[in-house]
């Protein structure tokens, strides 16, 4: 049974019939009959592809195939051209039988090496395959989305092979493994997971590759995408996946017992297992010194309760819990919402979603134009609205503080996902007030308290509670004191004297 005939079959066959599908007639050269490797058969393979370069070499009987926008030109000319044109007929079978030649006898192979961006030798019946691969990548850069003031300012790129040599620049030990898998029906992405030996819990391990092989989509094209389809709870509105650009992010949970993913074409790699409170820290905490590091962790949950309370605290006390306002500004509150033709809910919501809109707006926009739209607009906006009576002064202040709030988390996606619950707790304060208010915050950390990430608890050290992690989670305690892995992730020889950021 060919290829294209077992996938459909499995599909099929998962459906229960339970729908029709759509089938496209099998292309001719898929059958079993045309798996014969010949040099005809994958050149019919290749037909209209205007990108895959054929160079034949009459005097010798070569023929050769290439995708010439994955090549390295140099390299190919040096080790394929170059040898071949120069050698005598009898010296040809001598040249293919060198090393950088590799003798294949799979039609499938070949045509998947050629994809892969090696170059396909073609004598007397027989295929050789060369490693040539070469396209062009983006440079290593510094991260726009995990900036930092001191510390390494290199990044990820979308090159597996660049981001591959970051690590090991960082980690010299033969201990760090890396397997390879491919992902992806039609787009065969290739997924390099790492890990250190005698140091990474392999239960943990042979959980996120046995969810790797189950993985069944056409195309997978980035790490955020990717780490979507290995979730515990895919419907959860928390990542349940750590996505960092940053080397010396990924190399400090490497060393902390933690797996990483590195998805070819994509600059995000993901970290496994994962707790809540891993958002919130940043790599700018380890290169200060720690009380710096610490009272700016504090910050950033100090901006987490702001950014989720501020605007439903406000609709809560306006709409139903007056005598909650001290008696100072209780006039000055009556005074700015004398003019509001609205209940606070739709005030508040009005303001939110326009925040939002301008912040979607600054962030498709063009760099320079983005920043003019984020502050100038802000700031028009806001002002005409107070005037026109939409919206009162104190609110303003209310959802500037909380968008402010939400830039103090390092991570962009754990920020979106608090942002959208900010609407919820809005609504619930809007409804019922503080009681509503308190109820969102019971769901919220009733739903954290069942998640989990590579099946290990996700509030980890909070519950189950381990008092000995607390010191690098709401503190960055000394790195003298920094001497042990998380408990996530702790397997029996963790004991050891192992530092961990």
Same mark, same amino acid.
């Given at each position: 049974?060919?290829?294209?005939?077992?996938?459909?079959?499995?599909?099929?066959?998962?459906?229960?019939?339970?729908?029709?599908?759509?089938?496209?007639?099998?292309?001719?050269?898929?059958?079993?009959?045309?798996?014969?490797?010949?040099?005809?058969?994958?050149?019919?393979?290749?037909?209209?592809?205007?990108?895959?370069?054929?160079?034949?070499?009459?005097?010798?009987?070569?023929?050769?195939?290439?995708?010439?926008? $994955?090549?390295?030109?140099?390299?190919?000319?040096?080790?394929?051209?170059?040898?071949?044109?120069?050698?005598?007929?009898?010296?040809?079978?001598?040249? $293919?039988?060198?090393?950088?030649?590799?003798?294949?006898?799979?039609?499938?192979?070949?045509?998947?090496?050629?994809?892969?961006?090696?170059?396909?030798?073609?004598?007397?019946?027989?295929?050789?395959?060369?490693?040539?691969?070469?396209?062009?990548?983006?440079?290593?850069?510094?991260?726009?989305? &995990?900036?930092?003031?001191?510390?390494?300012?290199?990044?990820?790129? &979308?090159?597996?092979?660049?981001?591959?040599?970051?690590?090991?620049?960082?980690?010299?030990?033969?201990?760090?493994?890396?397997?390879?898998?491919?992902?992806?029906?039609?787009?065969?992405?290739?997924?390099?997971?790492?890990?250190?030996?005698?140091?990474?819990?392999?239960?943990?391990?042979?959980?996120?590759? /046995?969810?790797?092989?189950?993985?069944?989509?056409?195309?997978?094209?980035?790490?955020?995408?990717?780490?979507?389809?290995?979730?515990?709870?895919?419907?959860?509105?928390?990542?349940?996946?750590?996505?960092?650009?940053?080397?010396?992010?990924?190399?400090?949970?490497? @060393?902390?017992?933690?797996?990483?993913?590195? @998805?070819?074409?994509?600059?995000?790699?993901?970290?496994?297992?994962?707790?809540?409170?891993?958002?919130?820290?940043?790599?700018?905490?380890?290169?200060?010194?720690?009380?710096?590091?610490?009272?700016?962790?504090?910050?950033?949950?100090?901006?987490?309760?702001?950014?989720?309370?501020?605007?439903?605290?406000?609709?809560? @006390?306006?709409?139903?819990?007056?005598?909650?306002?001290?008696?100072?500004?209780?006039?000055?509150? /009556?005074?700015?919402?004398?003019?509001?033709?609205?209940?606070?809910?739709?005030?508040?919501?009005?303001?939110?979603?326009?925040?939002?809109?301008?912040?979607?707006?600054?962030?498709?926009?063009?760099?320079?134009?983005?920043?003019?739209?984020?502050?100038?607009?802000?700031?028009?906006?806001?002002?005409?609205?107070?005037?026109?009576?939409?919206?009162?002064?104190?609110?303003?202040?209310?959802?500037?503080?909380?968008?402010?709030?939400?830039?103090?988390?390092?991570?962009?996606?754990?920020?979106?996902?608090?942002?959208?619950?900010?609407?919820?707790?809005?609504?619930?304060?809007?409804?019922?007030?503080?009681?509503?208010?308190?109820?969102?915050?019971?769901?919220? @950390?009733?739903?954290?308290?069942?998640?989990?990430?590579?099946?290990?608890?996700?509030?980890?050290?909070?519950?189950?509670?381990?008092?000995?992690?607390?010191?690098?989670?709401?503190?960055?305690?000394?790195?003298?004191?920094?001497?042990?892995?998380?408990?996530?992730?702790?397997?029996?020889?963790?004991?050891?004297?192992?530092? /961990?950021?």
């Amino acid at each position: 049974m060919s290829i294209w005939n077992r996938v459909l079959f499995s599909f099929s066959k998962k459906t229960d019939n339970r729908m029709k599908r759509f089938e496209l007639p099998l292309p001719a050269e898929t059958s079993d009959a045309d798996e014969t490797l010949t040099f005809a058969h994958i050149l019919h393979q290749f037909e209209d592809c205007i990108d895959v370069f054929h160079r034949n070499i009459p005097s010798l009987g070569i023929d050769i195939l290439y995708i010439t926008h $994955l090549i390295d030109h140099t390299q190919f000319s040096r080790e394929v051209i170059e040898p071949l044109t120069n050698g005598q007929t009898d010296d040809i079978s001598d040249i $293919l039988d060198q090393s950088n030649f590799s003798l294949e006898r799979d039609a499938k192979e070949v045509v998947k090496g050629i994809l892969s961006g090696q170059a396909a030798v073609f004598h007397e019946d027989k295929a050789y395959l060369v490693f040539v691969y070469g396209p062009e990548f983006r440079a290593v850069e510094q991260s726009e989305t &995990e900036t930092v003031i001191t510390g390494p300012h290199d990044s990820f790129t &979308e090159s597996a092979g660049t981001n591959l040599s970051l690590v090991r620049r960082r980690v010299k030990s033969s201990h760090l493994k890396v397997l390879k898998f491919e992902v992806g029906e039609v787009t065969k992405t290739l997924v390099f997971v790492l890990y250190i030996k005698d140091i990474v819990n392999m239960e943990l391990v042979n959980e996120f590759v /046995r969810r790797i092989e189950g993985i069944e989509i056409d195309a997978v094209y980035d790490g955020n995408m990717f780490s979507q389809y290995i979730d515990d709870f895919p419907n959860s509105l928390f990542p349940q996946f750590l996505i960092t650009e940053r080397p010396d992010t990924a190399v400090s949970k490497l @060393v902390a017992g933690r797996i990483l993913a590195i @998805v070819d074409g994509s600059p995000a790699v993901v970290s496994a297992p994962t707790a809540f409170f891993d958002f919130f820290a940043s790599a700018d905490d380890y290169y200060q010194r720690w009380s710096i590091g610490t009272a700016t962790r504090l910050l950033r949950f100090i901006a987490f309760v702001i950014t989720i309370t501020f605007t439903a605290f406000y609709v809560s @006390v306006t709409t139903y819990h007056y005598e909650m306002i001290p008696e100072a500004l209780i006039l000055t509150l /009556r005074e700015s919402r004398s003019k509001v033709p609205f209940p606070p809910v739709y005030e508040a919501m009005l303001m939110e979603v326009t925040i939002e809109l301008l912040r979607e707006a600054g962030a498709r926009l063009p760099t320079k134009v983005g920043q003019t739209i984020g502050i100038v607009g802000g700031i028009v906006i806001g002002q005409a609205a107070v005037q026109a009576g939409l919206t009162s002064n104190i609110l303003i202040i209310a959802v500037a503080s909380s968008a402010i709030s939400s830039f103090v988390i390092p991570s962009y996606v754990m920020s979106a996902s608090i942002r959208l619950i900010r609407f919820g707790l809005i609504l619930l304060a809007g409804i019922w007030g503080n009681f509503g208010l308190m109820l969102g915050i019971a769901a919220i @950390v009733i739903h954290l308290s069942g998640l989990t990430s590579l099946g290990t608890s996700y509030i980890t050290p909070v519950a189950p509670a381990k008092w000995g992690d607390w010191k690098d989670v709401f503190l960055r305690g000394p790195f003298a004191t920094l001497m042990r892995r998380p408990d996530q992730n702790r397997t029996a020889n963790s004991k050891r004297n192992k530092m /961990r950021k």
